[in-house]
């Protein structure tokens, strides 16, 4: 019989039974798992788990997961699979021992729609992605990453911030978009060739519009993009907030390139986008090297968004936690008193004699868990992972959180504790489970000058300021988890000591 003559006698709700049964059987066999697949709870035909996961708390949620699965486990958020990865020794085991493995970014729908796929420094993958990495880490270099320059300009955006907050005269305010600012200057300086003022209502704006997408792209929203793109793109809603936004964004660096493109002098290179310039115009590229200006926007767009959002708010967490453990801020203000004293001002040649700054500054990133997913991977070949099989092509999420909270590795994970970071004698031990900036080949790029940032505008501001909470008003410690974990609105004295 022909398939017209079916359907011409079933009657409409026959027709809709068929088609539901005839998506759940194909979606049955797309989603098989080979043998020794990674274990994983009942999961809905179509919609797979992501409904499941506690949008609110999912890193903690996943690790949970992680203790019933021994340590990996898959879940199906909707069009994909996705494995998940717990716990210090097998996240070490993907991350560092097989690094070769799980060195690529899997396909990402929203990352294309906001600027193409393989471009930028995140979602690049193969050569074009060594390429940029190394061409970016050396251009850095260049603008004094590492060096004194660099020291001498995050100490003169200290003192910007500094009197910034001075000028608060002890009156209770919000630091975050004080910090934000402070901070996105340094990565500023070096991109761009300029800081901005904290009065300028574009930047202001910009700043905003980072802490937004960084937001939104991490919610259920971007989750749900990425799960089902093509609905959600005939669906109204939040997601389409995110592209707005990125558009905005990105307007904003091509004014700034068109301004740089004009002003060029190729023997000078003053920052990142001159030099960027320069490459482009003068070394023979290929083409899908991504030497050109639509990259050149992306990787601009990368370095402005992680390198302003992930420091700045390790900072807001830092000012939190040392509010509510008083005897360690103050016990970091008489290191800083002895060491440093109040007249010179601090370098980071003084991180050796600081062992107790340093624990502290370490646990602030362990317990602050900035990142608290990490970023998607995805397995390049057919590889196992403990007793499991990956299967090439499959993203992969070594989860930050639970190594951060590892039982087995930190003493008291869930609470304050720069004992952390030190031994009997007070002296600074590292510990292998620390993994803020993640892990392996692609370990945050930004590290080195997140490090120097943390150090210099933590001791700049306790030295020069006794932080309290406001009368009556407790910090909610839980955070908002998008991309990047960052505290409820909150508000501070800072009292100049
Ligand atoms: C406390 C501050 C920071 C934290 C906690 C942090 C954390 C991370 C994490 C977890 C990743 C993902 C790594 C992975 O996939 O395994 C990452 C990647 C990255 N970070 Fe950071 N980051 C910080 C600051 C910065 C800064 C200041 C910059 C700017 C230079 C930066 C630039 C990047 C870039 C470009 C990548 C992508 C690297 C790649 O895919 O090759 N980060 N970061």
Not at 143 to 158: D, P, R, S
Not at 365 to 391: E, S, W, Y
Request: charged share 25%.
């Amino acid at each position: 019989m022909a398939l017209s003559t079916v359907l011409e006698i079933l009657d409409f709700k026959g027709l809709l039974l068929f088609v539901v049964a005839f998506l759940v059987v194909a979606d049955f066999l797309k989603h098989r798992k080979p043998p020794n697949y990674p274990p994983s709870p009942f999961s809905l035909p179509l919609l797979g788990n992501i409904f499941h996961i506690d949008s609110k708390q999912p890193h903690i949620y996943l690790t949970k997961l992680g203790h019933v699965y021994n340590n990996i486990f898959s879940l199906r958020l909707g069009r994909d699979k996705v494995v998940f990865i717990t716990g210090y020794k097998m996240v070490k085991e993907a991350l560092v021992t097989q690094a070769e493995n799980f060195v690529d970014r899997p396909y990402s729908p929203l990352q294309k729609r906001v600027g193409g796929s393989n471009v930028g420094l995140f979602f690049s993958n193969g050569e074009m992605w060594k390429k940029h990495r190394r061409f970016t880490l050396s251009t850095l270099r260049n603008f004094g990453l590492g060096k004194k320059t660099m020291e001498v300009a995050i100490l003169e955006e200290c003192r910007f911030l500094l009197d910034e907050m001075d000028g608060q005269k002890g009156a209770a305010f919000n630091p975050t978009i004080l910090l934000n600012n402070a901070v996105s200057n340094i990565i500023c300086q070096m991109v761009f060739g300029q800081r901005f003022d904290y009065t300028d209502h574009q930047f202001k704006i910009m700043l905003k519009y980072i802490s937004k997408s960084i937001q939104l792209e991490g919610s259920i929203w971007g989750q749900l993009y990425e799960a089902f793109p093509a609905i959600m793109n005939q669906l109204p809603g939040p997601h389409n907030k995110i592209f707005s936004t990125y558009k905005l964004l990105c307007d904003f660096i091509t004014e700034v390139v068109e301004k740089h493109k004009a002003e060029l002098n190729p023997a000078e290179p003053r920052d990142y986008i001159d030099s960027f310039l320069v490459e482009t115009m003068e070394k023979a590229h290929e083409p899908t090297d991504g030497f050109d200006e639509q990259n050149l926007i992306m990787c601009v767009l990368d370095l402005f968004l992680a390198g302003t959002e992930t420091t700045s708010t390790t900072l807001c967490w830092g000012l939190i936690y040392l509010i509510t453990n008083q005897d360690v801020q103050e016990k970091v203000q008489e290191e800083i008193d002895r060491v440093i004293g109040q007249t010179r001002d601090p370098n980071l040649a003084d991180r050796a004699n600081m062992p107790y700054t340093e624990a502290v500054i370490h646990e602030i990133q362990r317990l602050g868990d900035i990142v608290p997913l990490n970023v998607l991977r995805v397995a390049d070949k057919d590889t196992t992972l403990g007793k499991c099989f990956i299967p090439k092509g499959t993203a992969v999420l070594p989860i930050l959180h639970s190594v951060l909270f590892d039982e087995n590795e930190w003493e008291t994970p869930n609470k304050f504790n720069p004992g952390h970071f030190l031994d009997k004698d007070g002296n600074f031990v590292r510990r292998e489970a620390f993994m803020p900036f993640s892990a392996g080949k692609r370990v945050c790029l930004g590290e080195q000058l997140a490090r120097m940032e943390l150090f210099l505008f933590s001791v700049s501001l306790f030295r020069k300021f006794r932080f309290s909470a406001v009368e009556g008003e407790q910090f909610n410690l839980d955070g908002v988890i998008g991309v990047t974990r960052t505290p409820h609105p909150f508000k501070i004295h800072a009292t100049a000591r």
